[in-house]
Each structure stands twice: as structure tokens, then as C-alpha cells.
């Protein structure tokens, strides 16, 4: 495929929303592999990770995907944005993620995101999050010898009080009580 040169002109399109630019050029970011209009409002990218496409096709034959928030090929689906959200989470649990960051992320307005992500699946952004957090803490009761505290910051909780908290909620159990049941 050809590449096409980020010029100083086209950076500067992107970091001012210059709607001017639009359909003259589209820009993939290869961290998040999503691909946006020259005017996108989303979280400015790293300039070492901009790849210029002429077309969107030429950007999706490279395996990006269109942007939600700006949309650069029409429409994008719904269930392809929701399945984007959910890989995120699965992918980032471990990190601090507030609906703030994840609609960063994944090109989007927290609102317009979690509303979205709801109808969808009849849970939250964030219940999803405890969900993956929980299983995967059940996974190191179970297969390691760390203690529960250190499994409550492994998997992205921000303390172990709060995580037993949340444990005990959802499984009736305390972690220490699910471990002696399943060692
Ligand atoms: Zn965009």
C-alpha cells in the first residue's frame, strides 16, 4: 500500500479539528488502530503513531476501524462499537479505568457510551469491569498462592477492603472463605 507522508500541514489539520481538511486525507492512530476525520474532537494523538490514509477504505484495508465519534465511513454499527468497548475492558482491567477513560479510548462521549453499552448488553460499562475484575481475582484465589491483598491490586481494584467489599456482594462469600472452598 502506499503511504502517504504526515506533513506539518496535516498534522496541523488534525491538532486544530480543521473541517476544511476532511475528505481530503483520514488519520489512523496504530496504538488504538481506529481511524478519524481530520476534524475529530478525540484525545490528540501521538504524533509517531499517525498514519495517513487517502480513503477509508484504504485505512480499513489496513485494518483500522472507523472512529464513533466522527464516523468517517457513515455509520458505525453499534454491536461492532460495543464489541470494541468490551475488548477494551478485557484488555485493560488492570488499569484505573474510569467511564471518562474508557470513552476516551474508544472514541466516544461517556454519556452516549455507557448508554449504548447498556442497551446492548443490560449492564453498565463499570459492571462489566467488576465482573471481569471478580472472575479473574477468583482465577488467582484459586491457582495462586498470593495473598488477597495483592490480587486485589492485580486486578485493578484500588484496595483490598473495597475489593472484599464487592466480592462478598456479588458471591455471598468472603475471598478467604471462596479460597478454602476451592484450593
Ligand atoms: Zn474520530
Redesign the pocket.
Known amino acids: 500500500m502506499r503511504k502517504y507522508p504526515l506533513t506539518d500541514t496535516r498534522w496541523h489539520s488534525i491538532i486544530n479539528n480543521d473541517t476544511t481538511a476532511d475528505n481530503k486525507f483520514f488519520y489512523g492512530v496504530k496504538t488504538t488502530m481506529?481511524?478519524?476525520?481530520p476534524s475529530?474532537?478525540?484525545r490528540k494523538p501521538a504524533r509517531e503513531n499517525v498514519l495517513i490514509f487517502k480513503t477509508a477504505k484504504e485505512a480499513q484495508a489496513a485494518n483500522f476501524r472507523p472512529?464513533?465519534?466522527?464516523?468517517?465511513t457513515g455509520n458505525v454499527p453499534n454491536t461492532e462499537w460495543v464489541d470494541e468497548i468490551t475488548h477494551f475492558i478485557d484488555t485493560n482491567y488492570q488499569r484505573k479505568l474510569t467511564l471518562d477513560r474508557i470513552a476516551e479510548e474508544c472514541?466516544g462521549s461517556p454519556f452516549h457510551l455507557q448508554k449504548v453499552f447498556k442497551r446492548e448488553n443490560g449492564y453498565t460499562p463499570a459492571q462489566y469491569l467488576t465482573t471481569i475484575r471478580l472472575a479473574k481475582a477468583k482465577e488467582l484465589l484459586k491457582n495462586s498462592g498470593l495473598s488477597v491483598k495483592s490480587i486485589a491490586l492485580r486486578v485493578g481494584f484500588s484496595s483490598d477492603t473495597y475489593f472484599i467489599t464487592v466480592f462478598k456482594q456479588r458471591n455471598n462469600q468472603t475471598p478467604d472463605e471462596f479460597r478454602l472452598e476451592n484450593v
Open positions: 481506529i481511524f478519524c476525520k475529530c474532537h478525540s472512529c464513533k465519534r466522527c464516523q468517517p472514541h
